[in-house]
């Protein structure tokens, strides 16, 4: 499969420590496909803010959604300049000096604008999409949306078309200087695990295939 490239703007290009940097359009996707939560950074007349939320790719575009009430939402669909941030810890890096200890990491910012999903047709896809990332098949077994439920929520996605990414693996890189310092160096990984799944209280079905699976996949 040809690599795509993703051309960089004044902005996502990555100027330190810039052999970290990935301008491939793989890169990116798996970073963003393996979060469930991204930040998100804007600007409205009461200030700065940096808000969690839900996030889901599908093809070019990361889609969020909310309540129609909420107050970032009504200021993004105002043509506001985001910045959007993915992060995943890997491990520690511990080297000799106090000042070269470090992270391994895989980190992405999306830069734009984001557009509302108005066609309900989008909507109902865009949705589903959330569900079928967050549990595979589960679609077909839960109430989907009602009319009203969808009237009272917001879709919104940004294009991936301006976008910076940066990873770290490895271990430390230690100064000529310091290497005849004796301490204990390398890497403390940190792995995200899966726990087994817990029924509700008030449940009354079988456990199904994806809830089983759940703590068999890796995060």
Known sequence: MTAVALP????????????LASYEQAALYAILDAAYLCHIAFRDDKGSHCIPTACWRIDGHLYIHGSNGSRMLKQLVNDTDVCVTITHLDGLVLARSAFNHTMN????????????????GQQHAAMDALMEKLAPGRLAQVRGGSAKEYAATTVL???????????????????????????????????????????????????????????????
């Not at 990491?105 to 309900?120: C, L, N």
Request: with cysteine; aromatic share 8%; net charge neutral.
């Open 8 to 19: 960089p703007s004044p902005r996502t290009r990555v100027r330190r420590v810039a052999e």
């Open 105 to 120: 990491y895989r980190s992405a910012m999306v830069y734009g604008q984001f557009d509302k999903v108005s066609d309900i």
């Open 157 to 219: 996605r940004i294009a991936l078309d301006e976008c910076a990414v940066k990873q770290r693996k490895g271990g430390p890189l230690d100064d000529a200087g310091d290497m005849a310092h004796v301490v204990w160096t390398g890497e403390l990984p940190f792995t995200h695990s899966r726990g087994a799944a817990i029924a509700d209280a008030l449940n009354t079905s079988a456990l199904p295939a994806y809830a089983a699976a759940w703590s068999t996949e890796s995060a």
